[in-house]
């Protein structure tokens, strides 16, 4: 009997996921929340606006698009479009069936979703990952933006964030974020990597002749340092916006100097007027399906936690293979070849086929792009520095960080949930997707923890836990599932 792969997620990974798997000749059910495939990489502008020029903003253009006519076009392939995954049912202990997905079809602000379920005989999971932030004095002032949600308006709708633009962060993602808004008719003022230069090219340099297999990822940069060039942006390591100000909204920022351990240099603030700000200081994974389906997580901070795979991409949980950037950050090629092996074998592909072979070499080559990444731009410990006890930390419950050092300081013998309860913060609407990481990251370092107290179980505790993982309201939890009409003739024969 054909196998059925549930593919979660759209973007470089899902696609090169399902691809592979309709390859192996399974049948595949691809899902994603947007109106079209791609994911952030290759988000795209809505069938509505009619665009002409379609590829402006992507690289790697011709190869998506072919990949991606292909895999919708196919006759075993389903695509799910606007459709959020909240929920996969685990199996029974011991079991080795994939966990059921439980899903809502229609557009997430919309009436009437359809409530649907599916028994896949694999699943690839590749729901990719999302900005991580610092906090700093003024973060959730109206115009400040993570660098993520910048480029998303501008190649998902070609709007522009503001007319004078700061972007600060650390990453090369910053440079193609810089490109999207002047795109958009943005004035790019500055881009500011905290990272000084010394710790930037260290990272870069070491064991260059690896960087051989990276040579699409030099002509990219050629290509963005051309256009800050001609646009006359100025880039500058070593600084980093701590301070945004405004009334109402961000009107101005403070950027200044920093040490490699991120620290301030006294005496370097400058103040620069600008009317938006966009932030990115790396990624989160988005790891809330992996852990509603028991996969296990490698060993870390809250921030640095991937899914855990073995050589096949596949999890700990029996047919559940993951790929991309909850795998570990290392970019699109490397999240497409993490898909390949990953949709071939979840689909019963043989795994010394040279299929395989092939994207297990391109895996490799990502992971170790990964790693001198992770070198180039590491976060500074001193970050903290940047705080003030009135800056806010939980954007949802405006926790303040003098309210979480009070909490840090309580007696240990007070519960975690007693912290929670008492600073609000990850109470919120996001769940602590946003404040998770950081705020578990605080508290270590406020010396929660030496005693075993409160902080250090709120420290400890995934944030990703939660029986559902979008919002989902009342009337469409108590609505009958329905199970999809390919299932349906597929359980017949």
Known sequence: MTRHVAVIGAGPAGLAAAAAALRAGARVTLVD????????????????????RPERLHHGWREFDRLRRHVLGHPRCAWWAETAVWALERSEPGAAEAPRVHALRGPADGDGRERLVLAPDALVLGPGAHDRVLPFPGWELPGVFTAGAAQALAKGERIAVGDRVVISGSGPFLLPVAASLLETGSRVLQVLEAS?????????????????????????????????????????TGR????????????????ARLRADWSVVPGTERTVPADALCVSHGFSPQLELPVAAGCALTEGPAAGRFVRVDDDQLTSVPRVYAAGEITGIAGAPAARAEGLLAGWLAAGGTPAAPESHRARR????????????????????????????????CRCEETSYGALRDAAGQPAGSAARTVKLGTRAGLGPCQARVCG????????????????????????????????????????LAAPATVPDEQQEESAE
């Not at 792009?369 to 970050?383: K, M, N, Q, S, T």
């Not at 605080?442 to 902080?455: Q, V």
């Not at 939660?466 to 989902?472: F, G, L, N």
């Open 240 to 255: 980093a916006v701590v301070e945004a100000r405004g009334d109402g909204r961000v009107e101005e920022v403070v950027t």
């Open 362 to 393: 391109r895996r490799d080559q990502g992971r170790a792009f990964a790693a001198r990444l992770a070198a180039a731009h590491p976060i500074g410990d001193a970050w903290p520095g940047w705080l003030r006890a009135d800056t806010v930390v």
């Open 196 to 236: 000084p230069a010394p710790t930037v090219l260290r990272g870069w340099a070491r064991r260059p002749w690896e960087l051989a297999s990276q040579g699409g990822k030099a002509a990219e940069l050629a290509e963005y340092t051309g256009l800050l060039a001609r646009h006359r942006v100025p880039y500058r």
């Open 437 to 476: 990481p950081t705020v578990a990251e605080l508290l270590a370092r406020l010396g929660a923890g030496a005693t075993g107290g409160p902080a250090a179980g709120l420290a400890a505790a995934d944030p990703h836990h939660r029986p559902v993982a979008p919002p989902i309201r009342l009337g469409e």
């Open 33 to 52: 929340a947007a109106e079209q495939p791609g994911g952030q990489y290759h988000r795209m502008l809505p069938d509505a606006f009619g665009a002409r």
